[in-house]
């Protein structure tokens, strides 16, 4: 198996942030990589502020709290991301994906495993035509990263099993729940979750129910979070992206055709919590 000490996260968002403090927290040295400043300062605030939760809930001590911020470098120049494991958790765009593999391959050896986090796109179509296919995975976390268990680890077609071996390994060390799954469209819980979503604005296009009262019966029916609290979480970007990328992969059924409403939300740059609207306000 791979040796792990260093980790590189690329995309200081949502995801970046928390896989980067649940790596830290486990004694990881972390580079976290954004190409926007503000995103790294935003990044850098919020891994603060859940520290700090952790250690008042005395979850966490005040050395712990202060070890893990320390082990943690913040970083817009790519030339420093140069690690054992590439965490890329960057904008569900498959040529940004690509370009930005394609940098880190140039600065990093041949021992250097990459992972994806991406929660759709094909991790083979990423990776099969590369030097690195071989040292290539999904490593699929779900939000809040350094709360949910967890982990689905994608295999591609050419990923080999001492990665795969390599991974669950450090998805268990950092006490995460991994879960190895096929290359297939979504995986299996982006691919079993779309129907939540897509029902749920259906209702709401048809008129039929206002998004409190979906919300509020799934909840009672014994979902953590309703659909529409659940995709102000995600980010609607990243949650229509999804969408599109499983519809198309799977030849565009009508039953997973993605939403005007949410289309539309995109474009009026209402993301959901962190971009303070989305079908809520916050
Ligand atoms: N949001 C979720 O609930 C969730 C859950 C599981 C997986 N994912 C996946 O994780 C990835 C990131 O999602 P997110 O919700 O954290 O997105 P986000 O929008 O919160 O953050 C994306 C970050 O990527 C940065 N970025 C864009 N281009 C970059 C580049 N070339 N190099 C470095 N950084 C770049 C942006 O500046 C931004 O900070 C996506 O692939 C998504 O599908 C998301």
Request: glycine share 6%; hydrophobic share 40%; charged share 25%.
């Amino acid at each position: 198996m791979n040796k792990i000490n260093k980790i590189c996260v690329c995309g200081a968002g949502t995801m970046g942030s928390g896989i980067a403090q649940v790596v830290a927290q486990n004694g990881f040295t972390v580079i976290v990589f954004d190409v926007n400043e503000e995103m790294l300062l935003k990044s850098k605030s919020s891994i603060g502020s859940s520290l700090q939760k952790l250690s008042e809930k005395a979850k966490i001590t005040e050395q712990q709290k202060e070890e893990t911020i320390q082990r943690i470098i913040f970083t817009s120049n790519i030339n420093d991301c140069v690690a054992d494991l590439i965490i890329e958790a960057v904008v569900e765009k498959t040529e940004i994906k690509q370009q930005l593999f394609d940098a880190l391959l140039l600065i990093n050896d041949d021992e250097t495993i990459f992972a994806t986090n991406t929660s759709s796109i094909s991790v083979s179509g990423l990776s099969n035509k590369k030097k690195y296919a071989e040292r290539f995975a999904g490593m699929h976390f779900f939000n809040p990263a350094q709360l949910m268990k967890l982990v689905e680890i994608i295999r591609a077609d050419k990923t080999s099993e001492e990665v795969i071996k390599t991974l669950v390994a450090l998805a268990k060390q950092i006490g995460k729940t991994p879960v190895v799954c096929n290359d297939l469209p979504g995986f299996i819980v982006n691919r079993v979750a779309r129907p939540y979503y897509l029902e749920a604005m259906k209702i709401l296009e048809e008129g039929n129910a206002d998004i409190e009262t979906v919300d509020a019966v799934m909840e009672a029916t014994g979902f953590k979070m309703g659909p529409f609290k659940l995709i102000d979480l995600i980010g609607m970007d990243i949650n229509y992206s999804v969408s599109n990328i499983v519809w198309e992969a799977l030849n565009k059924p009508e039953r997973l055709r993605p939403s005007i409403i949410q289309k539309n939300k995109v474009e009026a740059n209402e993301l959901g919590k962190k971009t303070g609207k989305g079908f809520y306000k916050y």
